[in-house]
Protein backbone atom coordinates (compact mmCIF):
# COMPACT_ATOMS: atom_id res chain seq x y z
CA UNK A 1 0.00 0.00 0.00
CA UNK A 2 2.82 2.50 0.98
CA UNK A 3 4.30 1.41 -2.02
CA UNK A 4 1.15 2.74 -3.98
CA UNK A 5 0.85 5.69 -2.41
CA UNK A 6 4.37 6.42 -2.96
CA UNK A 7 3.80 5.77 -6.29
CA UNK A 8 0.79 8.39 -6.78
CA UNK A 9 2.93 10.75 -5.26
CA UNK A 10 5.08 10.62 -8.29
CA UNK A 11 2.70 9.98 -10.76
CA UNK A 12 1.04 13.23 -9.41
CA UNK A 13 4.22 14.97 -9.72
CA UNK A 14 5.00 14.01 -13.22
CA UNK A 15 1.34 14.33 -14.70
CA UNK A 16 1.73 17.92 -13.98
CA UNK A 17 4.26 18.51 -16.22
CA UNK A 18 2.38 16.56 -18.75
CA UNK A 19 -0.98 18.36 -17.82
CA UNK A 20 0.60 21.93 -18.00
CA UNK A 21 2.15 21.82 -21.39
CA UNK A 22 -0.93 19.60 -23.06
CA UNK A 23 -2.94 22.63 -21.89
CA UNK A 24 -1.45 24.93 -24.46
CA UNK A 25 -1.47 21.72 -27.02
CA UNK A 26 -5.24 21.78 -27.07
CA UNK A 27 -5.78 26.18 -26.65
CA UNK A 28 -4.39 26.19 -30.04
CA UNK A 29 -5.71 23.17 -31.60
CA UNK A 30 -9.30 24.21 -30.54
CA UNK A 31 -9.30 27.87 -32.33
CA UNK A 32 -6.73 27.24 -35.01
CA UNK A 33 -7.24 23.54 -36.06
CA UNK A 34 -3.87 23.45 -35.60
CA UNK A 35 -1.48 21.24 -33.22
CA UNK A 36 1.76 23.68 -32.40
CA UNK A 37 4.82 21.08 -32.56
CA UNK A 38 6.55 23.75 -31.38
CA UNK A 39 5.36 23.62 -28.06
CA UNK A 40 7.39 21.12 -26.51
CA UNK A 41 10.27 23.65 -27.04
CA UNK A 42 8.32 26.49 -25.82
CA UNK A 43 8.96 24.40 -22.42
CA UNK A 44 12.13 24.24 -22.86
CA UNK A 45 12.70 27.91 -23.82
CA UNK A 46 10.64 28.65 -20.96
CA UNK A 47 12.86 26.48 -18.46
CA UNK A 48 16.18 28.23 -20.15
CA UNK A 49 14.25 31.41 -19.31
CA UNK A 50 13.48 30.48 -15.93
CA UNK A 51 17.52 29.85 -15.31
CA UNK A 52 17.93 33.35 -16.45
CA UNK A 53 15.25 35.30 -14.81
CA UNK A 54 16.23 33.79 -11.09
CA UNK A 55 20.09 33.96 -11.45
CA UNK A 56 19.28 37.66 -12.11
CA UNK A 57 17.14 38.09 -9.61
CA UNK A 58 19.68 36.29 -7.50
CA UNK A 59 22.43 38.68 -8.43
CA UNK A 60 19.80 41.63 -8.11
CA UNK A 61 19.22 40.82 -4.42
CA UNK A 62 23.03 40.58 -3.46
CA UNK A 63 23.61 43.60 -5.50
CA UNK A 64 21.22 45.85 -3.78
CA UNK A 65 21.74 43.85 -0.20
CA UNK A 66 17.96 43.55 -0.13
CA UNK A 67 17.54 39.91 1.05
CA UNK A 68 15.17 38.96 -0.88
CA UNK A 69 13.76 35.02 0.93
CA UNK A 70 14.30 32.19 -1.80
CA UNK A 71 10.59 31.38 -2.26
CA UNK A 72 9.84 34.83 -3.19
CA UNK A 73 12.65 34.74 -5.80
CA UNK A 74 10.76 31.56 -6.78
CA UNK A 75 7.32 32.75 -6.70
CA UNK A 76 8.74 35.76 -8.82
CA UNK A 77 11.01 33.55 -11.40
CA UNK A 78 7.69 32.00 -12.41
CA UNK A 79 5.76 34.97 -13.10
CA UNK A 80 8.62 36.26 -14.67
CA UNK A 81 9.18 33.46 -16.83
CA UNK A 82 5.70 33.01 -17.64
CA UNK A 83 5.24 37.06 -18.74
CA UNK A 84 8.54 36.43 -21.14
CA UNK A 85 7.76 32.68 -22.44
CA UNK A 86 4.54 34.37 -23.60
CA UNK A 87 6.29 36.50 -25.67
CA UNK A 88 8.12 34.16 -26.89
CA UNK A 89 4.55 32.00 -28.48
CA UNK A 90 3.27 35.29 -29.52
CA UNK A 91 6.34 35.65 -31.86
CA UNK A 92 6.15 31.98 -32.66
CA UNK A 93 2.58 32.84 -33.79
CA UNK A 94 3.63 35.93 -35.80
CA UNK A 95 6.28 34.55 -37.64
CA UNK A 96 5.55 31.03 -38.45
CA UNK A 97 1.74 30.84 -37.69
CA UNK A 98 0.10 33.60 -39.08
CA UNK A 99 1.40 34.15 -42.93
CA UNK A 100 0.46 29.94 -43.08
CA UNK A 101 -3.26 31.24 -41.83
CA UNK A 102 -5.10 29.62 -44.76
CA UNK A 103 -2.83 27.44 -45.89
CA UNK A 104 -3.25 23.76 -45.69
CA UNK A 105 -2.60 22.73 -41.95
CA UNK A 106 0.51 20.33 -42.68
CA UNK A 107 2.36 23.73 -43.98
CA UNK A 108 1.27 24.68 -40.61
CA UNK A 109 2.49 21.37 -38.48
CA UNK A 110 5.89 21.38 -40.99
CA UNK A 111 6.58 25.19 -39.78
CA UNK A 112 6.03 24.16 -36.40
CA UNK A 113 8.11 21.42 -36.16
CA UNK A 114 11.12 23.54 -37.91
CA UNK A 115 10.53 26.03 -35.43
CA UNK A 116 11.13 23.46 -33.05
CA UNK A 117 14.53 22.76 -34.32
CA UNK A 118 14.95 26.67 -34.36
CA UNK A 119 14.71 26.58 -31.08
CA UNK A 120 16.50 24.24 -29.95
CA UNK A 121 19.82 25.19 -32.64
CA UNK A 122 19.16 28.37 -31.29
CA UNK A 123 19.77 27.68 -28.05
CA UNK A 124 22.76 25.45 -28.70
CA UNK A 125 24.42 27.99 -30.19
CA UNK A 126 23.57 30.23 -27.98
CA UNK A 127 24.48 28.69 -24.85
CA UNK A 128 27.03 26.02 -26.02
CA UNK A 129 26.50 22.23 -25.88
CA UNK A 130 26.38 22.21 -22.24
CA UNK A 131 23.53 21.49 -19.60
CA UNK A 132 22.65 24.34 -17.55
CA UNK A 133 21.79 23.28 -14.08
CA UNK A 134 18.83 25.68 -12.22
CA UNK A 135 19.76 27.50 -9.30
CA UNK A 136 18.69 25.29 -6.42
CA UNK A 137 16.45 28.11 -4.27
CA UNK A 138 14.43 26.28 -2.13
CA UNK A 139 16.08 22.93 -0.29
CA UNK A 140 14.38 19.68 0.00
CA UNK A 141 12.27 18.84 2.99
CA UNK A 142 11.13 15.53 3.16
CA UNK A 143 8.03 14.45 5.17
CA UNK A 144 7.25 10.59 6.35
CA UNK A 145 3.98 10.46 6.30
CA UNK A 146 3.37 6.68 7.24
CA UNK A 147 5.98 4.91 4.54
CA UNK A 148 5.04 7.82 1.76
CA UNK A 149 8.19 10.11 1.34
CA UNK A 150 6.38 13.84 0.11
CA UNK A 151 8.84 16.53 -0.71
CA UNK A 152 7.50 19.95 -0.15
CA UNK A 153 9.13 20.56 -3.73
CA UNK A 154 6.43 17.43 -5.18
CA UNK A 155 3.33 19.16 -3.14
CA UNK A 156 4.42 22.96 -4.82
CA UNK A 157 4.87 21.48 -7.97
CA UNK A 158 1.06 19.83 -8.00
CA UNK A 159 -0.52 22.94 -6.06
CA UNK A 160 0.73 25.13 -8.11
CA UNK A 161 -0.26 23.04 -11.61
CA UNK A 162 -3.74 22.56 -11.07
CA UNK A 163 -4.21 26.62 -9.54
CA UNK A 164 -2.70 27.13 -12.91
CA UNK A 165 -5.07 24.88 -14.82
CA UNK A 166 -8.22 26.34 -12.87
CA UNK A 167 -6.73 29.78 -13.30
CA UNK A 168 -6.99 28.95 -16.86
CA UNK A 169 -10.83 27.33 -17.04
CA UNK A 170 -11.75 30.51 -15.07
CA UNK A 171 -10.40 32.52 -17.73
CA UNK A 172 -11.80 30.88 -20.29
CA UNK A 173 -14.93 30.89 -18.59
CA UNK A 174 -15.37 34.14 -16.54
CA UNK A 175 -13.52 36.34 -18.89
CA UNK A 176 -14.84 38.14 -22.08
CA UNK A 177 -11.39 37.49 -23.52
CA UNK A 178 -12.18 33.63 -22.83
CA UNK A 179 -15.55 33.86 -24.09
CA UNK A 180 -14.36 35.12 -27.42
CA UNK A 181 -11.43 32.09 -27.14
CA UNK A 182 -14.48 29.85 -27.06
CA UNK A 183 -16.75 31.20 -29.65
CA UNK A 184 -13.81 31.33 -32.38
CA UNK A 185 -13.67 27.55 -31.48
CA UNK A 186 -16.89 27.05 -32.58
CA UNK A 187 -17.20 29.01 -35.49
CA UNK A 188 -14.16 31.27 -36.28
CA UNK A 189 -15.83 33.65 -39.18
CA UNK A 190 -18.57 35.12 -36.93
CA UNK A 191 -16.42 36.19 -34.06
CA UNK A 192 -14.99 39.51 -35.73
CA UNK A 193 -18.29 40.81 -36.62
CA UNK A 194 -19.24 40.75 -32.80
CA UNK A 195 -16.06 43.55 -32.76
CA UNK A 196 -13.63 41.13 -31.66
CA UNK A 197 -10.05 41.31 -32.83
CA UNK A 198 -8.99 38.05 -34.01
CA UNK A 199 -5.11 38.41 -34.47
CA UNK A 200 -4.89 39.76 -31.19
CA UNK A 201 -7.24 37.01 -29.86
CA UNK A 202 -5.27 34.02 -31.51
CA UNK A 203 -1.91 36.17 -29.72
CA UNK A 204 -3.03 36.11 -26.65
CA UNK A 205 -3.99 32.21 -26.78
CA UNK A 206 -0.75 31.21 -27.67
CA UNK A 207 0.34 33.59 -24.90
CA UNK A 208 -1.15 31.70 -22.10
CA UNK A 209 -0.50 28.65 -23.65
CA UNK A 210 3.23 29.31 -23.42
CA UNK A 211 2.84 30.63 -20.39
CA UNK A 212 1.79 27.50 -19.18
CA UNK A 213 4.74 25.68 -20.40
CA UNK A 214 7.07 28.24 -18.93
CA UNK A 215 5.61 27.55 -15.38
CA UNK A 216 5.96 23.71 -16.43
CA UNK A 217 9.46 24.81 -17.67
CA UNK A 218 10.72 26.10 -14.18
CA UNK A 219 8.29 23.52 -12.06
CA UNK A 220 10.44 21.38 -13.90
CA UNK A 221 13.75 22.84 -13.32
CA UNK A 222 12.74 22.70 -9.54
CA UNK A 223 12.41 18.99 -9.58
CA UNK A 224 15.25 18.04 -11.87
CA UNK A 225 17.86 20.78 -12.00
CA UNK A 226 19.58 19.37 -15.22
CA UNK A 227 18.84 21.21 -18.16
CA UNK A 228 19.22 20.73 -21.96
CA UNK A 229 18.64 22.11 -25.38
CA UNK A 230 16.26 19.05 -26.51
CA UNK A 231 14.37 18.33 -23.31
CA UNK A 232 11.28 19.44 -24.63
CA UNK A 233 11.24 17.18 -27.71
CA UNK A 234 9.95 14.01 -25.73
CA UNK A 235 7.90 16.08 -23.29
CA UNK A 236 6.01 18.04 -26.72
CA UNK A 237 5.15 14.52 -27.65
CA UNK A 238 3.74 13.31 -24.62
CA UNK A 239 1.62 16.01 -23.90
CA UNK A 240 0.72 16.40 -27.94
CA UNK A 241 -0.56 12.64 -26.16
CA UNK A 242 -2.04 13.80 -23.44
CA UNK A 243 -3.73 16.80 -25.81
CA UNK A 244 -4.91 14.07 -28.01
CA UNK A 245 -6.13 11.43 -25.46
CA UNK A 246 -8.23 14.66 -23.15
CA UNK A 247 -10.23 15.57 -26.00
CA UNK A 248 -8.88 17.79 -28.30
CA UNK A 249 -9.55 21.46 -27.14
CA UNK A 250 -11.08 20.05 -23.77
CA UNK A 251 -9.33 22.03 -20.58
CA UNK A 252 -10.52 19.76 -18.02
CA UNK A 253 -9.56 16.78 -20.46
CA UNK A 254 -6.22 18.37 -21.37
CA UNK A 255 -5.39 18.39 -17.51
CA UNK A 256 -6.95 14.62 -16.96
CA UNK A 257 -4.64 12.97 -19.23
CA UNK A 258 -1.53 14.53 -18.19
CA UNK A 259 -2.43 13.44 -14.86
CA UNK A 260 -3.35 9.70 -16.34
CA UNK A 261 -0.12 9.98 -18.61
CA UNK A 262 2.22 10.28 -16.20
CA UNK A 263 -0.09 7.62 -13.75
CA UNK A 264 0.53 4.90 -16.50
CA UNK A 265 4.26 5.46 -16.72
CA UNK A 266 4.86 5.75 -13.22
CA UNK A 267 3.15 2.69 -12.57
CA UNK A 268 4.22 0.81 -15.42
CA UNK A 269 7.97 1.39 -14.00
CA UNK A 270 6.59 0.10 -11.10
CA UNK A 271 5.76 -3.35 -12.38
CA UNK A 272 7.89 -3.93 -15.39
CA UNK A 273 11.41 -3.12 -16.07
CA UNK A 274 11.75 0.70 -16.63
CA UNK A 275 13.69 0.34 -20.13
CA UNK A 276 10.49 -0.86 -21.02
CA UNK A 277 8.25 1.85 -19.62
CA UNK A 278 7.19 3.96 -22.27
CA UNK A 279 6.61 0.90 -24.44
CA UNK A 280 4.12 -0.06 -22.51
CA UNK A 281 2.70 2.55 -21.20
CA UNK A 282 1.81 3.87 -24.64
CA UNK A 283 0.82 0.99 -25.91
CA UNK A 284 -2.36 1.05 -23.14
CA UNK A 285 -2.79 4.53 -24.29
CA UNK A 286 -3.14 3.75 -27.84
CA UNK A 287 -5.26 0.58 -26.50
CA UNK A 288 -7.73 4.10 -25.12
CA UNK A 289 -7.78 6.05 -28.01
CA UNK A 290 -8.88 2.94 -30.44
CA UNK A 291 -11.54 2.71 -28.34
CA UNK A 292 -12.13 6.56 -27.88
CA UNK A 293 -10.22 8.34 -30.86
CA UNK A 294 -11.86 11.53 -30.24
CA UNK A 295 -9.98 11.37 -26.73
CA UNK A 296 -12.60 11.83 -23.32
CA UNK A 297 -14.36 14.72 -23.73
CA UNK A 298 -13.95 15.63 -27.56
CA UNK A 299 -16.40 15.11 -29.71
CA UNK A 300 -16.73 12.62 -32.66
CA UNK A 301 -15.96 14.52 -35.89
CA UNK A 302 -15.00 17.93 -34.35
CA UNK A 303 -12.99 19.84 -32.11
CA UNK A 304 -14.48 21.70 -30.08
CA UNK A 305 -13.27 23.75 -26.70
CA UNK A 306 -16.20 22.41 -24.27
CA UNK A 307 -16.54 24.03 -20.29
CA UNK B 1 -30.05 66.96 -44.52
CA UNK B 2 -29.53 63.56 -42.58
CA UNK B 3 -26.97 61.61 -44.04
CA UNK B 4 -27.90 58.32 -44.92
CA UNK B 5 -27.12 55.70 -42.65
CA UNK B 6 -25.05 53.29 -45.22
CA UNK B 7 -24.06 54.39 -48.08
CA UNK B 8 -22.48 52.81 -50.79
CA UNK B 9 -20.77 54.10 -53.69
CA UNK B 10 -20.31 52.61 -57.11
CA UNK B 11 -18.67 49.35 -55.18
CA UNK B 12 -16.81 47.11 -57.32
CA UNK B 13 -15.17 43.20 -56.62
CA UNK B 14 -13.09 40.86 -58.70
CA UNK B 15 -12.38 37.32 -57.73
CA UNK B 16 -9.26 36.92 -60.17
CA UNK B 17 -10.77 37.68 -63.44
CA UNK B 18 -14.65 37.44 -62.03
CA UNK B 19 -15.91 40.43 -61.63
CA UNK B 20 -18.42 39.40 -58.61
CA UNK B 21 -19.88 43.12 -57.93
CA UNK B 22 -19.95 46.14 -60.36
CA UNK B 23 -20.91 49.90 -60.00
CA UNK B 24 -23.02 48.91 -56.49
CA UNK B 25 -24.77 52.11 -55.08
CA UNK B 26 -26.95 51.88 -52.07
CA UNK B 27 -28.08 54.74 -49.94
CA UNK B 28 -30.23 53.38 -46.61
CA UNK B 29 -32.20 55.72 -44.74
CA UNK B 30 -32.37 55.64 -41.09
CA UNK B 31 -35.25 53.01 -40.35
CA UNK B 32 -35.73 52.27 -44.20
CA UNK B 33 -36.07 48.77 -45.04
CA UNK B 34 -34.82 47.62 -48.17
CA UNK B 35 -34.49 44.37 -50.33
CA UNK B 36 -31.42 42.79 -52.34
CA UNK B 37 -33.29 40.26 -54.63
CA UNK B 38 -31.57 38.54 -57.27
CA UNK B 39 -30.72 35.25 -59.02
CA UNK B 40 -28.08 32.40 -57.04
CA UNK B 41 -24.60 33.92 -57.66
CA UNK B 42 -25.87 37.31 -58.59
CA UNK B 43 -23.29 38.72 -55.91
CA UNK B 44 -25.97 39.60 -53.07
CA UNK B 45 -23.94 37.56 -49.97
CA UNK B 46 -20.62 39.25 -52.13
CA UNK B 47 -21.81 42.61 -51.12
CA UNK B 48 -22.83 41.84 -47.51
CA UNK B 49 -18.86 40.37 -47.21
CA UNK B 50 -17.84 43.80 -48.75
CA UNK B 51 -19.89 46.14 -46.67
CA UNK B 52 -19.03 43.97 -43.24
CA UNK B 53 -15.10 44.51 -44.46
CA UNK B 54 -14.62 40.57 -45.13
CA UNK B 55 -13.79 41.38 -48.31
CA UNK B 56 -11.76 44.50 -49.63
CA UNK B 57 -13.81 46.35 -52.20
CA UNK B 58 -11.66 46.48 -55.74
CA UNK B 59 -13.28 49.83 -56.24
CA UNK B 60 -15.89 52.08 -54.59
CA UNK B 61 -16.40 53.43 -51.22
CA UNK B 62 -18.69 52.70 -48.26
CA UNK B 63 -19.43 55.12 -45.31
CA UNK B 64 -21.59 54.71 -42.39
CA UNK B 65 -22.76 57.64 -41.28
CA UNK B 66 -21.03 59.64 -43.03
CA UNK B 67 -17.78 57.85 -41.92
CA UNK B 68 -15.73 56.13 -44.48
CA UNK B 69 -15.35 52.39 -43.50
CA UNK B 70 -14.14 50.18 -46.46
CA UNK B 71 -10.62 48.94 -46.09
CA UNK B 72 -11.46 48.47 -42.25
CA UNK B 73 -10.97 45.32 -40.68
CA UNK B 74 -14.43 43.39 -39.83
CA UNK B 75 -14.13 44.15 -36.23
CA UNK B 76 -13.60 47.62 -36.46
CA UNK B 77 -16.96 48.14 -39.04
CA UNK B 78 -18.59 45.90 -36.53
CA UNK B 79 -17.70 48.09 -33.80
CA UNK B 80 -18.49 50.78 -35.77
CA UNK B 81 -22.43 49.53 -35.89
CA UNK B 82 -22.94 47.25 -38.97
CA UNK B 83 -24.82 44.20 -37.79
CA UNK B 84 -25.37 40.96 -40.25
CA UNK B 85 -26.77 37.51 -40.05
CA UNK B 86 -25.61 34.45 -42.03
CA UNK B 87 -27.35 32.61 -45.28
CA UNK B 88 -26.61 29.12 -43.36
CA UNK B 89 -26.86 30.23 -39.61
CA UNK B 90 -23.53 30.16 -37.79
CA UNK B 91 -23.95 29.85 -34.26
CA UNK B 92 -21.62 28.35 -31.79
CA UNK B 93 -22.96 24.74 -31.21
CA UNK B 94 -22.32 24.52 -27.69
CA UNK B 95 -22.88 27.99 -26.14
CA UNK B 96 -26.06 28.92 -24.66
CA UNK B 97 -28.45 31.58 -26.17
CA UNK B 98 -27.69 33.78 -23.85
CA UNK B 99 -24.04 33.61 -24.12
CA UNK B 100 -24.19 34.35 -27.38
CA UNK B 101 -25.60 37.91 -26.69
CA UNK B 102 -23.53 38.19 -24.22
CA UNK B 103 -20.79 37.85 -26.59
CA UNK B 104 -21.81 40.78 -28.90
CA UNK B 105 -21.26 42.93 -26.13
CA UNK B 106 -18.14 42.17 -26.21
CA UNK B 107 -16.83 45.42 -27.75
CA UNK B 108 -19.24 47.34 -24.98
CA UNK B 109 -17.32 45.22 -22.05
CA UNK B 110 -15.50 47.78 -20.29
CA UNK B 111 -14.05 45.83 -17.42
CA UNK B 112 -10.52 44.64 -17.29
CA UNK B 113 -8.20 41.93 -16.63
CA UNK B 114 -7.86 41.92 -12.52
CA UNK B 115 -12.31 43.41 -12.58
CA UNK B 116 -12.15 39.81 -14.47
CA UNK B 117 -10.45 37.49 -12.23
CA UNK B 118 -11.04 38.94 -8.36
CA UNK B 119 -14.51 40.00 -9.27
CA UNK B 120 -14.91 43.54 -8.38
CA UNK B 121 -18.03 45.48 -7.59
CA UNK B 122 -17.50 47.36 -10.91
CA UNK B 123 -17.39 43.99 -13.05
CA UNK B 124 -20.15 42.69 -11.29
CA UNK B 125 -22.56 45.53 -11.89
CA UNK B 126 -21.20 45.36 -15.73
CA UNK B 127 -22.21 42.07 -16.03
CA UNK B 128 -25.60 42.14 -14.57
CA UNK B 129 -26.51 44.96 -16.78
CA UNK B 130 -25.42 42.83 -19.91
CA UNK B 131 -27.36 40.34 -18.58
CA UNK B 132 -30.39 42.12 -18.16
CA UNK B 133 -29.88 44.00 -21.67
CA UNK B 134 -29.40 40.53 -23.43
CA UNK B 135 -32.26 39.00 -21.36
CA UNK B 136 -34.42 42.05 -22.40
CA UNK B 137 -33.89 41.51 -25.84
CA UNK B 138 -34.15 37.83 -25.77
CA UNK B 139 -37.63 38.55 -24.57
CA UNK B 140 -38.37 40.98 -27.45
CA UNK B 141 -37.16 38.23 -30.02
CA UNK B 142 -39.71 35.65 -28.16
CA UNK B 143 -36.41 33.60 -26.76
CA UNK B 144 -35.94 34.37 -22.86
CA UNK B 145 -37.09 31.13 -21.95
CA UNK B 146 -34.48 29.26 -23.91
CA UNK B 147 -31.34 31.69 -22.10
CA UNK B 148 -29.76 28.78 -20.78
CA UNK B 149 -29.89 26.15 -23.48
CA UNK B 150 -27.13 25.31 -25.59
CA UNK B 151 -28.23 26.19 -29.23
CA UNK B 152 -27.01 23.11 -31.03
CA UNK B 153 -30.70 21.52 -29.31
CA UNK B 154 -32.68 24.15 -30.39
CA UNK B 155 -35.19 23.80 -33.62
CA UNK B 156 -34.04 25.59 -36.47
CA UNK B 157 -36.75 28.70 -36.36
CA UNK B 158 -35.04 29.42 -32.66
CA UNK B 159 -31.51 29.37 -34.19
CA UNK B 160 -32.59 32.25 -36.49
CA UNK B 161 -33.92 34.10 -33.87
CA UNK B 162 -30.83 33.47 -31.76
CA UNK B 163 -29.02 34.81 -34.70
CA UNK B 164 -30.72 37.98 -35.07
CA UNK B 165 -30.58 38.64 -31.36
CA UNK B 166 -26.69 38.61 -31.53
CA UNK B 167 -26.75 40.77 -34.29
CA UNK B 168 -28.67 43.04 -32.70
CA UNK B 169 -27.04 43.00 -29.18
CA UNK B 170 -24.08 44.67 -30.56
CA UNK B 171 -26.27 47.91 -31.10
CA UNK B 172 -25.62 48.38 -34.93
CA UNK B 173 -26.68 50.86 -36.62
CA UNK B 174 -27.56 48.68 -39.41
CA UNK B 175 -28.50 45.63 -39.60
CA UNK B 176 -28.11 43.17 -42.76
CA UNK B 177 -29.87 39.98 -43.17
CA UNK B 178 -29.15 37.13 -45.44
CA UNK B 179 -32.20 34.52 -46.24
CA UNK B 180 -33.86 34.95 -42.68
CA UNK B 181 -36.07 32.65 -44.03
CA UNK B 182 -34.20 29.89 -45.59
CA UNK B 183 -35.22 26.71 -45.02
CA UNK B 184 -38.54 27.68 -42.87
CA UNK B 185 -42.02 26.02 -43.40
CA UNK B 186 -44.67 28.69 -43.15
CA UNK B 187 -45.45 28.45 -39.56
CA UNK B 188 -42.02 29.39 -38.77
CA UNK B 189 -41.85 31.94 -41.74
CA UNK B 190 -44.79 33.73 -40.50
CA UNK B 191 -43.04 33.86 -37.33
CA UNK B 192 -39.57 35.52 -38.26
CA UNK B 193 -41.75 38.14 -40.34
CA UNK B 194 -43.23 38.91 -37.12
CA UNK B 195 -39.45 38.95 -35.87
CA UNK B 196 -38.18 41.28 -38.65
CA UNK B 197 -41.34 43.68 -38.52
CA UNK B 198 -41.12 44.46 -34.77
CA UNK B 199 -37.17 44.80 -35.09
CA UNK B 200 -38.17 47.50 -37.74
CA UNK B 201 -40.73 48.91 -36.12
CA UNK B 202 -40.03 48.74 -32.05
CA UNK B 203 -35.98 49.24 -32.42
CA UNK B 204 -36.15 51.66 -35.66
CA UNK B 205 -33.65 49.96 -37.52
CA UNK B 206 -32.41 50.10 -41.02
CA UNK B 207 -32.29 46.84 -42.67
CA UNK B 208 -30.98 45.77 -45.73
CA UNK B 209 -32.34 42.03 -46.50
CA UNK B 210 -31.32 39.86 -49.17
CA UNK B 211 -34.46 37.44 -49.52
CA UNK B 212 -35.62 34.72 -52.58
CA UNK B 213 -39.13 34.29 -51.41
CA UNK B 214 -40.95 37.33 -53.19
CA UNK B 215 -43.74 37.20 -50.54
CA UNK B 216 -41.58 38.17 -47.87
CA UNK B 217 -39.71 41.18 -49.94
CA UNK B 218 -43.17 42.18 -51.10
CA UNK B 219 -44.62 42.37 -47.59
CA UNK B 220 -41.84 44.07 -45.87
CA UNK B 221 -39.41 45.71 -48.22
CA UNK B 222 -40.07 49.83 -49.30
CA UNK B 223 -37.85 49.35 -51.67
CA UNK B 224 -36.14 46.56 -53.76
CA UNK B 225 -32.89 45.97 -56.20
CA UNK B 226 -32.86 43.37 -58.14
CA UNK B 227 -29.22 42.20 -58.77
CA UNK B 228 -27.96 40.25 -61.75
CA UNK B 229 -24.51 39.14 -62.44
CA UNK B 230 -23.26 42.07 -60.44
CA UNK B 231 -24.95 44.46 -61.58
CA UNK B 232 -27.91 46.11 -60.45
CA UNK B 233 -30.73 45.54 -63.25
CA UNK B 234 -33.98 47.07 -61.31
CA UNK B 235 -34.80 49.11 -58.74
CA UNK B 236 -37.91 50.37 -57.27
CA UNK B 237 -40.88 49.25 -55.16
CA UNK B 238 -41.90 45.94 -54.58
CA UNK B 239 -44.90 45.81 -57.06
CA UNK B 240 -42.77 47.66 -59.59
CA UNK B 241 -40.17 45.00 -59.36
CA UNK B 242 -42.54 42.56 -59.67
CA UNK B 243 -43.91 43.67 -63.13
CA UNK B 244 -40.42 44.68 -64.83
CA UNK B 245 -39.26 43.04 -67.40
CA UNK B 246 -35.55 42.30 -67.11
CA UNK B 247 -36.30 40.98 -63.47
CA UNK B 248 -38.45 38.32 -65.14
CA UNK B 249 -35.92 37.70 -67.60
CA UNK B 250 -33.17 37.32 -65.18
CA UNK B 251 -35.27 35.15 -62.70
CA UNK B 252 -36.86 33.16 -65.54
CA UNK B 253 -33.91 33.34 -68.50
CA UNK B 254 -34.90 34.99 -71.87
CA UNK B 255 -36.37 32.71 -73.79
CA UNK B 256 -38.91 31.69 -71.52
CA UNK B 257 -40.05 34.75 -71.20
CA UNK B 258 -39.93 35.38 -74.60
Known amino acids: MAVFLQNLVNALQWGSFYALIALGYSMVYSILMLFNFAHGDIFMVGSYIGVGVSMALIALSAWGNVVLPNWLILVLTILFSMFLTSFVGMIVERVGYRPLRNAPRASAAITGLMIGIILETGNLALLGARRVSFPSLIATATYDLGGVFVTNKKIMIV ?23 RAMAFDFSVVPLMGVPLNRMIALTFALGSALAAAAGILFGVAYPV ?3 YMGILFGWKAFVAAILGGRGSIMGATLAGFLLGFTEIFVAMIFPSTLRDLIAYSIILLILTVRPHGFFGEPYSARLRL | ?74 HRIASLGVSRTFQNLLLWRHMTVLEHVKMARYSKIRYGWLGAFFG ?15 LHLLDRMGIRHLADQVVLNLPYGAQRRVEIARALATEPGILLLDEPTAGMNPEELAQIMEIIRRVHGEFGMSILLIEHRMKVVMELCETVQTLDFGAVIAEGTPGEIQNNPRVIDAYLGRERAE
Open chain 2, 1 to 74: MTLPVLQVRNLSHDFGGLRAVRGYNLEIGSGQIRGLIGPNGAGKTTIFNLITGIYKPSEGEIFLGGKKIDGLPP
Open chain 1, 227 to 229: LDP
Open chain 1, 159 to 181: LVSLLLALALHQFVRRTKWGMAI
Open chain 2, 120 to 134: TSARHREEAGIEETA
